[in-house]
Nanobody, 126 residues
């Protein structure tokens, strides 16, 4: 059993940056792919980025377009989402997730993830 808690959200101006953190506890996630998803009011949950157990990233290029970076620090049992050049359409609750299987690849499919954090709010003003 793993618990995930996101932090680092807040209110920023368009063009600004935020770094979200996802701290895992209960067990190590070093052998599991990790993902970031987001959900805006009235919309379905959207894939943002993921990173394989070995550190290979995957991005939603339609929405992110090179602005975001995902990374992990296994010594801290933590994954990060660096968000630059933020736009008002990035406003959403951002969720961190851990994959169901060990040695997993980066996936954009929510069903591949078995543990989810409670989310952190990101608001980008224009």
């Amino acid at each position: 059993q793993v618990q995930l808690v996101e932090s680092g959200g807040g209110l920023v101006q368009a063009g600004g940056s935020l770094r979200l953190s996802c701290a895992a506890s209960g067990r190590t996630v070093k052998y599991y792919a990790m993902g970031w998803f987001r959900q805006a009011p009235g919309l379905e949950r959207e894939f943002v980025a993921a990173i394989s157990w070995s550190g290979n990233p995957k991005f939603n290029t339609d929405s992110v377009k090179g602005r975001f970076t995902i990374s992990r620090d296994n010594a801290k049992n933590t994954v990060y989402l660096q968000m630059n050049s933020l736009k008002p359409e990035d406003t959403a609750v951002y969720y961190c997730a851990a994959a169901r299987s060990q040695f997993s690849s980066a996936s954009s499919e929510p069903s591949d993830f078995g543990s989810w954090g409670p989310g952190t709010q990101v608001t980008v003003s224009s």
